[in-house]
Nanobody, 125 residues
Framework: VELVESGGGTVQAGDSLRLSCAVS??????????MAWFRQAPGKLRDFVAA??????NTTYADSVQGRFTISREENTVYLLMNRLKPEDTALYYC???????????????????WGQGTQVTVSS
């Protein structure tokens, strides 16, 4: 399984950006998969941002991005639309896939099985 992120860049505070995560690889049932975005700022731990259930579309967000970010999926690509960006949103953003079939949307990075290489988002003030 391969996850490839794109869409990162340098923007100003208040701007919007949309990240993409293309999922490819061996065939398996996506019915019980969850996709998530995490981010890691310099010198900090990797934090949960948002998650989406592949089938059904249930979503959950970190408090820090609730109301500003939207996670969505179209075919085998998952998006993270980021509005009203703030300098504190600056980080390396990763997408992740878990295939374990959790009854809830997991928010711990240890729960995710596959990871992309990351895409940098820099927000200037």
């Amino acid at each position: 399984v391969e996850l490839v992120e794109s869409g990162g860049g340098t923007v100003q505070a208040g701007d919007s950006l949309r990240l993409s995560c293309a999922v490819s690889g061996r065939d398996f049932s996506f019915s019980f998969c969850d996709m998530a975005w995490f981010r890691q700022a310099p010198g900090k731990l990797r934090d949960f941002v948002a998650a989406l259930r592949w089938t059904g579309g249930n979503t959950t967000y970190a408090d820090s991005v609730q109301g500003r970010f939207t996670i969505s999926r179209e075919e085998n690509t998952v998006y993270l639309l980021m509005n009203r960006l703030k300098p504190e949103d600056t980080a390396l953003y990763y997408c992740a896939l878990e295939v374990g079939g959790f009854p809830f949307l997991p928010q711990r990075e240890d729960d995710y099985d596959y990871w992309g290489q990351g895409t940098q988002v820099t927000v200037s003030s």
